[in-house]
């Protein structure tokens, strides 16, 4: 499976940006496809998630109520809409896509249980 993330910049403290994300493959309704931020000198973190088998999301308390994900199965696209961003959003937004279709719930946060990863895109928040 391949993925492509695309639409980061520069926005302004209070702005919204919305990242997309391309995913190959004919399973895409069963993936779980998922966001992660990697700061400066810090860890790749969970952001959001869509777990396909299940229609369910997921988000980190940091965005939970400005973040939004969302799926077009008919483009095989996800989406981040990202609302009232602050400087500590920026960082390089990754998509991450699980394809087994049996990603389990505690397991969703953890980049290590993500086999396909995309290039990063870079979100930059100034104040």
């Known amino acids: 499976v391949q993925l492509q993330a695309f639409g980061g910049g520069l926005v302004e403290s209070g702005g919204s940006l919305r990242l997309s994300c391309v995913a190959s493959g004919r399973s895409f309704n069963d993936y779980t496809m998922t966001w992660f931020r990697q700061a400066p000198g810090k860890e790749r973190r969970f952001v959001a998630a869509f777990r396909g088998s299940r229609r369910t999301t997921h988000y980190s308390d940091s965005v939970k109520g400005r973040f939004t994900i969302s799926r077009d199965t008919a483009k095989n696209m996800v989406y981040l809409q990202m609302t009232n961003l602050k400087p500590d959003d920026t960082a390089v937004y990754y998509c991450?896509?699980?394809?087994?279709?049996?990603?389990?719930?505690?397991?969703?946060?953890?980049?290590?249980?993500?086999?396909?990863w995309g290039q990063g895109t870079e979100v930059t928040v100034s104040s």
């Open positions: 991450a896509a699980e394809t087994s279709g049996r990603m389990i719930l505690s397991s969703v946060w953890n980049p290590s249980a993500y086999d396909n």
